[in-house]
């Protein structure tokens, strides 16, 4: 007699997050707490979202994320991370979506203990995975947030047509080579499902200057935080986690 496996439903969205910042010597400053965040995220991810092709589990990563950290100057950002993006999208659409998640072959990875809690997470919010019919990216990009409070997360969708970009250089970066690209805004008309990219900006807070003379800003930005400061914007990874799974789980093609 035939053993039963078990349906492991699978999310609905593939997720590209990537933060932004500057290379070394400026890796610590306020500036690439975007950084430091993805670097709190990373150990907690593949646990949250542990599920992995059954044709490849020795060696198989994650299936449903990528990370990844800009080596750019926060100014020049964009490029080279939408050239990633678009690498990710083609290998991920044609590879990962078609051959593996319709096609059932996924499993929860044997390499990492999986909490109940989480383990319920999939099978409560997952899909069939031969029910998902479209494939839905979004791109998650992890940056410092200018004025507001210390490790406080600021959440944002879509570009500066839907939320403004506020001055960061390393946003309009990314914004002006995704629209450069023709990645976003959206192509398709409204109501129409499947294969835009959803962007996803998650800002967590640096707190301010004291004074605005010329040149405070950038000191302030470029400054290298002290150990509260890396405390407060790493435990900024919790409440990202949940921000992150209530995207990838998300239902709908908006923005």
């Not at 707490?33 to 092709?53: C, D, K, M, N, Q």
């Not at 020795?58 to 950290?69: D, E, K, L, V």
């Amino acid at each position: 007699m035939a053993t039963h496996i078990p349906l492991v439903k699978t999310p609905r969205r593939f997720l590209f997050i990537a933060s932004i910042g500057n290379p070394r010597p400026y890796r610590q400053t306020r500036h690439s707490a975007g950084h430091i965040l993805l670097e709190a995220l990373v150990p907690h991810l593949r646990t949250r979202f542990p599920l992995v092709s059954t044709k490849h589990q020795a060696s198989a990563g994650p299936i449903f994320y990528q990370t990844w950290h800009s080596q750019s100057y926060m100014n020049e950002s964009g490029t080279k991370l939408v050239r990633q993006l678009k690498n990710w999208i083609s290998a991920t659409q044609s590879e990962i979506f078609g051959k593996i998640v319709q096609q059932g072959h996924t499993a929860v990875s044997r390499t990492i203990e999986v909490a109940d809690t989480e383990m319920a997470e999939w099978q409560r919010r997952g899909i069939d995975p031969q029910l998902l019919k479209h494939f839905n990216p979004t791109l998650v990009i992890l940056h410092d947030e200018l004025e507001a409070p210390l490790g406080k997360v600021k959440v944002k969708r879509g570009g500066p047509e839907k939320a403004s970009l506020r001055g960061h250089r390393g946003l309009i970066s990314v914004m002006e080579s995704l629209r450069g690209m023709g990645l976003c805004p959206p192509r398709t008309s409204p109501g129409e499902k499947g294969g835009d990219l959803s962007v996803l900006r998650i800002g967590v807070g640096i707190g301010r200057p004291s004074t605005r003379n010329r040149g405070d800003v950038a000191d302030y930005v470029l400054a290298e935080m002290d150990a509260q400061e890396l405390a407060a914007v790493r435990a900024a990874a919790g409440p990202v986690l949940d921000i992150l799974a209530d995207e990838i789980y998300r239902e709908g093609n908006g923005l």
